[in-house]
């Protein structure tokens, strides 16, 4: 498995070029001076040997060798056989032997006679890069990997082995014996071994034999890379290979979503204690000792392995995760130190005293302190403040200086014991401040600074999208609140009653201003996205699961912590009032705080305003996926949606009556959609993303500057819920009237009419909204909502659905149309003029109706008294347009 030595010709006619790699570096500069001479002399004595290439069988009747050859003016022969050339052992030429097929008994001939052989592949490929030909002392059927190093670890079988490794010279790659770090790969069949251990903690690719075959299947692809991450992470060998696991302490949810992923992991499950599992994993916070004796082949380990294992996309090292039992040495001996009682065991005692201080020590290094009641919390004294002052009386209690306060003021005077109500409050405000710039920190360095890191064993676990849409804004609000939290440290350290607290508020507030929008509008994006990811990506749901098990998470998910920003300002806000309320009327502070509280209204504001706006543009783009056929021009920068209101069609002017309609109203125009017969398929994203089918179909796009009254049909029993809008489209001459009937509750007629109205009235600038609406009966207008759930009224619009579509399959003949026009034509010849478009348009109108003429429906019973009637409509139409 020796790797092969090479030699770069510095001829120009050798044109062949090194594509190996050496096993050292025995080449140093000294010695590199010293071969580079020898070239040179061994140049001038040997005479100059020309290349050619010979091509073999069925590699001479394809077009595109010969003219890849010619492309990189590349001498070449044809030839059937090697008998037919007569000169291939000659020492003028060096000749290299291109076949098509590595299995062709000609093949075999060649590789015994020690004669040069490549594949078509590589002619093609050097003449697509305007590279020479490769040089190699192997045959190289393609370049699928070239330059890559791999090694094996796992295989038994000899056969299998020597073909893997045939096949990788095959397709220009490298074999190591021993791992080292030039390796690239590593080709596992078993997850056991060195090799495999420091492969995983390299974050060296490990892949299955799989691998290598489907590259060989894909040899005479010529752009085509094994080592491309796409097709690699198919073959990967997952974290659980060869691993039956078993799971100790979990909720039964838990534990269902452990096993899961453990299947889709490469790994097995087993009931706990049966003799084949080979991992036992454990949770260390509520098991405390093991209820069987394990096997001595046993690994008993901590979850953290686990979600650890997944989120490397490699099996971690046990001997790092190992779960121990509660009742260790080290732990006996602190139990046997409690019970000590003898006159000569005070050191004992103060060394025990000091472990148990320094336990506690530990505990308190958490952002999450547990909460005490709010009496608890104002009593405390001033040794408690959470170290943010040095004072003597907290030395005193303590024996130590607060490590908190990380730059103490040399001026800081000894402060009361006895503190004012307004101190307090100061005090619970930094103490806010102070673990909310913890938490914001927890969120940077555990979360999302491991998730940018670049290096990642087993590649990046998020896409930078992805992750800048999770945290937003979250480094600059850190910052803000980091300058916040020490200007409060200085005057807490430093207090006087006069001390300002408004004006630190103040300094900050255009930064709060502009941190805070970009992070709350699109928290719930964030959620989203936090949610999606955790199901789609195994290995973020193991990251974090390992992260919310650390202490300085408090156990609390990545979204939990990421709501503390949403809650800041309001609770910033409340204290305040509180600090204002505990404030002398002549304290300067006093005016101050009423400031720093209008400002943080300010800000809050501004954040609801701009969260209203972002849920307006979604709300806008719903209905755009939401209504199929949408016009493009909708998209407006200055156009916002209002209400929505489901309704049914009383009338046939826009569609069937009886029709399910809905309305969106925005704020210059009304887009009116009627509900989809047939819903086509789900679109699909190119992320990947699905959206609901498009549930609606777009009717028409009306300004509102075309409604020209709104009626307020009168309730009656036999019409319920029901208005209409007159309009006239720029088109028509007439006014029309579309009436509908409301579905919902929500709004309720009265507000839905005079919120259309005022939207009207702002569009065709007029101030009196309410003159708009009149108050219309309901057979003035023509409007009956009294059948419209009704069984019949049901059934007679499916019938005249059907007839429709019967209509549109079966009507071949255009009789009944020119019949319709001609008495058209005589009907306007009587009135000495030619029929206008727009009764043209009426007639092609009544096309349907008329080829129905033999179609039996109970809704035409008598087609010649439908076409009186609408004559006589069209006759008065054509009296009012003159």
């Given at each position: 498995?020796?790797?092969?030595?090479?030699?770069?010709?510095?001829?120009?006619r050798?044109?062949l070029?090194?594509?190996?790699?050496?096993?050292?570096?025995?080449?140093?500069?000294?010695?590199?001076n010293v071969?580079?001479?020898?070239?040179?002399?061994?140049?001038?004595?040997?005479p100059?040997i020309?290349?050619?290439?010979?091509?073999?069988?069925?590699a001479g009747?394809?077009?595109?060798?010969?003219?890849?050859?010619?492309?990189?003016?590349?001498?070449y022969?044809k030839?059937?056989?090697?008998?037919?050339?007569?000169?291939?052992?000659?020492?003028?030429?060096?000749?290299i032997?291109?076949?098509?097929?590595?299995?062709?008994?000609?093949?075999?001939?060649?590789?015994?006679a020690?004669?040069?052989?490549?594949?078509?592949?590589v002619?093609?490929?050097?003449?697509?890069?305007?590279?020479?030909?490769?040089?190699?002392?192997?045959?190289?059927?393609?370049?699928?990997m070239?330059?890559?190093?791999?090694?094996?670890t796992?295989?038994?079988?000899?056969?299998?082995?020597?073909k893997?490794?045939?096949?990788v010279?095959?397709?220009?790659?490298?074999?190591?014996r021993?791992?080292?770090?030039k390796?690239?790969?590593?080709?596992?069949n078993?997850?056991?071994?060195?090799?495999?251990?420091?492969?995983?903690?390299?974050?060296?690719?490990?892949?299955?034999?799989?691998?290598?075959?489907?590259?060989w299947?894909?040899r005479?692809?010529?752009d085509?890379?094994?080592?491309?991450?796409d097709?690699?992470?198919?073959?990967?060998?997952?974290?659980?290979?060869?691993?039956?696991?078993?799971?100790?302490?979990?909720?039964?949810?838990?534990?269902?979503?452990?096993?899961?992923?453990?299947?889709?992991q490469?790994?097995?499950?087993?009931?706990?204690?049966?003799?084949?599992?080979?991992?036992?994993?454990?949770?260390?916070?509520t098991?405390?000792d093991?209820?069987?004796e394990?096997?001595?082949?046993l690994?008993?380990?901590?979850?953290?392995?686990?979600?650890?294992?997944?989120?490397?996309?490699?099996?971690a090292?046990e001997s790092?995760?190992?779960?121990?039992?509660?009742?260790?040495?080290?732990?006996?001996?602190?139990?046997?130190?409690?019970?000590?009682?003898?006159?000569?065991?005070?050191?004992k005692?103060?060394?025990?005293?000091?472990?148990?201080?320094?336990?506690?020590?530990e505990?308190d290094?958490s952002?999450?302190?547990p909460?005490?009641?709010?009496?608890a919390?104002?009593?405390?004294?001033?040794?408690?403040?959470?170290?943010?002052s040095?004072?003597?009386?907290?030395?005193t209690?303590?024996?130590?200086t607060?490590?908190?306060?990380?730059?103490?003021?040399?001026?800081?005077?000894?402060?009361?014991?006895?503190?004012?109500?307004?101190?307090?409050?100061?005090k619970?405000?930094?103490?806010?401040e102070?673990?909310?710039?913890?938490?914001?920190t927890t969120?940077?360095?555990?979360?999302?600074?491991?998730?940018?890191?670049?290096?990642?064993?087993?590649?990046?676990?998020l896409a930078?999208?992805?992750?800048?849409?999770?945290?937003?804004?979250?480094?600059d609000?850190l910052d803000?609140?980091?300058?916040?939290?020490?200007?409060?440290?200085d005057?807490?350290?430093?207090?006087?009653?006069?001390?300002?607290?408004?004006?630190?508020?103040?300094?900050?507030?255009?930064?709060?201003?502009?941190?805070?929008?970009?992070?709350?509008?699109?928290?719930e994006?964030?959620?989203e996205?936090i949610?999606?990811?955790?199901k789609?990506?195994?290995?973020?749901h193991a990251?974090?699961?390992?992260?919310?098990?650390?202490?300085?998470?408090?156990?609390?998910?990545?979204?939990e912590?990421?709501?503390?920003?949403?809650?800041?300002?309001?609770?910033?806000?409340?204290?305040?009032?509180?600090?204002?309320k505990?404030?002398?009327?002549?304290n300067?502070?006093?005016?101050?705080l009423?400031?720093?509280?209008?400002?943080l209204?300010?800000?809050?504001?501004?954040?609801?305003?701009?969260?209203?706006?972002?849920?307006a543009?979604?709300?806008?783009?719903?209905?755009?996926?939401?209504?199929d056929?949408?016009?493009?021009?909708?998209?407006?920068?200055?156009?916002?949606?209002?209400?929505?209101?489901?309704?049914?069609?009383?009338?046939?002017?826009l569609?069937?009556?009886?029709?399910?309609?809905?309305?969106?109203l925005?704020?210059?125009?009304?887009?009116?959609?009627?509900?989809?017969?047939?819903?086509?398929?789900?679109?699909?994203?190119?992320?990947?993303?699905?959206?609901?089918?498009?549930?609606l179909?777009?009717?028409?796009?009306m300004?509102?500057?075309?409604?020209?009254?709104?009626?307020?049909?009168?309730?009656?029993e036999?019409?319920?819920k029901?208005?209409a809008?007159?309009?006239r489209?720029?088109?028509?001459?007439?006014n029309?009237?579309?009436?509908?009937?409301m579905?919902?509750?929500?709004p309720c007629?009265?507000?839905?009419?005079?919120?259309?109205?005022?939207?009207?009235?702002?569009?065709?600038?007029?101030?009196?909204?309410?003159?708009?609406?009149?108050?219309?009966?309901?057979?003035?207008?023509?409007?009956?909502?009294?059948?419209?759930?009704?069984t019949?009224?049901?059934?007679?619009?499916?019938?005249?659905?059907?007839?429709?579509?019967?209509?549109?399959?079966f009507?071949?003949s255009?009789t009944?149309?020119?019949a319709?026009?001609?008495?058209?034509?005589?009907h306007s010849?009587?009135?000495?003029?030619s029929?206008?478009?727009?009764?043209?348009?009426?007639?092609?109108?009544?096309?349907?109706?008329?080829?129905?003429?033999?179609?039996?429906?109970?809704?035409?019973?008598?087609?010649?008294?439908?076409?009186?009637?609408?004559?006589?409509?069209?006759?008065?139409?054509?009296?009012?347009?003159?």
């Amino acid at each position: 498995m020796a790797d092969s030595s090479t030699l770069v010709s510095e001829t120009g006619r050798s044109l062949l070029a090194d594509s190996s790699v050496l096993d050292s570096k025995i080449i140093e500069t000294s010695k590199e001076n010293v071969f580079r001479a020898t070239v040179l002399d061994v140049e001038e004595e040997m005479p100059q040997i020309e290349t050619r290439v010979v091509l073999v069988q069925e590699a001479g009747k394809r077009e595109e060798l010969l003219e890849a050859l010619e492309e990189i003016k590349m001498p070449y022969i044809k030839t059937d056989s090697i008998e037919e050339l007569g000169d291939s052992d000659s020492p003028e030429f060096e000749t290299i032997f291109v076949v098509s097929d590595f299995q062709a008994p000609i093949f075999s001939n060649l590789c015994k006679a020690d004669c040069r052989v490549i594949g078509p592949p590589v002619v093609l490929r050097s003449a697509q890069k305007g590279e020479p030909l490769p040089f190699s002392c192997r045959p190289l059927y393609c370049a699928s990997m070239l330059n890559l190093v791999l090694c094996f670890t796992g295989f038994r079988k000899k056969d299998e082995l020597v073909k893997l490794v045939t096949l990788v010279h095959h397709m220009g790659g490298i074999i190591r014996r021993d791992f080292s770090s030039k390796v690239t790969h590593l080709v596992a069949n078993s997850t056991h071994g060195d090799k495999f251990r420091i492969a995983v903690s390299l974050g060296i690719p490990i892949v299955k034999a799989e691998w290598i075959y489907k590259a060989w299947e894909k040899r005479n692809e010529i752009d085509f890379c094994a080592a491309d991450d796409d097709f690699r992470n198919q073959f990967k060998v997952p974290p659980f290979q060869d691993c039956m696991l078993s799971f100790l302490g979990f909720s039964d949810d838990e534990k269902a979503n452990m096993e899961e992923m453990t299947e889709m992991q490469g790994g097995h499950f087993l009931p706990v204690g049966d003799e084949r599992c080979t991992h036992l994993v454990v949770e260390e916070s509520t098991v405390k000792d093991l209820p069987f004796e394990p096997l001595k082949k046993l690994y008993v380990v901590k979850q953290e392995w686990f979600w650890g294992s997944i989120q490397m996309d490699a099996r971690a090292g046990e001997s790092m995760y190992l779960f121990e039992k509660s009742e260790s040495p080290d732990f006996k001996k602190s139990v046997s130190l409690l019970s000590l009682s003898t006159p000569n065991s005070n050191r004992k005692r103060r060394r025990l005293k000091e472990t148990l201080a320094q336990l506690t020590r530990e505990t308190d290094m958490s952002p999450f302190p547990p909460r005490k009641r709010p009496s608890a919390e104002h009593s405390l004294s001033i040794g408690s403040l959470l170290d943010i002052s040095n004072t003597p009386e907290s030395s005193t209690a303590n024996g130590e200086t607060p490590k908190s306060c990380a730059r103490p003021s040399k001026n800081s005077t000894p402060l009361p014991l006895k503190q004012s109500a307004r101190w307090q409050v100061a005090k619970e405000l930094y103490q806010t401040e102070s673990n909310y710039v913890d938490i914001l920190t927890t969120i940077i360095q555990l979360f999302q600074v491991p998730l940018e890191k670049e290096g990642q064993l087993g590649g990046p676990i998020l896409a930078q999208e992805e992750i800048k849409t999770i945290f937003g804004s979250i480094p600059d609000i850190l910052d803000v609140h980091t300058k916040i939290k020490e200007d409060l440290e200085d005057l807490m350290i430093n207090w006087t009653e006069s001390k300002s607290i408004g004006d630190i508020i103040l300094k900050y507030s255009k930064d709060l201003l502009k941190t805070y929008p970009p992070f709350v509008n699109f928290f719930e994006m964030s959620k989203e996205t936090i949610t999606r990811c955790e199901k789609q990506k195994p290995r973020f749901h193991a990251f974090l699961k390992i992260n919310q098990a650390k202490p300085e998470c408090g156990r609390q998910s990545l979204a939990e912590l990421l709501i503390r920003p949403v809650q800041r300002l309001p609770s910033v806000a409340l204290l305040l009032n509180d600090i204002k309320k505990h404030t002398a009327e002549e304290n300067p502070d006093k005016i101050t705080l009423e400031r720093a509280i209008e400002s943080l209204k300010e800000v809050m504001t501004h954040i609801n305003e701009d969260k209203r706006k972002t849920e307006a543009q979604r709300q806008f783009f719903d209905v755009v996926y939401e209504v199929d056929g949408c016009p493009a021009n909708l998209l407006s920068s200055h156009r916002s949606l209002v209400q929505r209101l489901e309704t049914v069609a009383l009338g046939d002017d826009l569609c069937d009556r009886g029709e399910q309609v809905t309305l969106f109203l925005f704020n210059d125009c009304l887009e009116i959609a009627r509900k989809r017969h047939k819903v086509i398929g789900a679109f699909r994203s190119p992320h990947g993303h699905t959206r609901p089918p498009a549930s609606l179909k777009h009717v028409v796009l009306m300004p509102l500057s075309q409604i020209k009254k709104v009626l307020d049909i009168r309730e009656t029993e036999d019409c319920q819920k029901a208005f209409a809008l007159v309009v006239r489209p720029p088109t028509e001459l007439n006014n029309k009237l579309l009436s509908f009937q409301m579905t919902t509750e929500d709004p309720c007629k009265e507000d839905w009419l005079k919120m259309l109205c005022r939207h009207v009235a702002n569009t065709i600038c007029k101030a009196d909204a309410e003159n708009l609406i009149y108050v219309a009966d309901p057979d003035s207008v023509e409007v009956n909502t009294k059948d419209m759930d009704s069984t019949l009224s049901r059934a007679s619009r499916a019938i005249k659905k059907t007839s429709k579509k019967v209509t549109r399959a079966f009507s071949f003949s255009k009789t009944p149309k020119r019949a319709l026009r001609r008495a058209l034509m005589s009907h306007s010849a009587t009135e000495g003029r030619s029929p206008s478009s727009n009764e043209s348009y009426i007639g092609s109108r009544l096309t349907s109706s008329s080829s129905l003429a033999g179609v039996p429906s109970p809704s035409l019973v008598s087609l010649p008294s439908i076409f009186e009637r609408r004559s006589h409509t069209l006759s008065r139409s054509t009296t009012h347009l003159i």
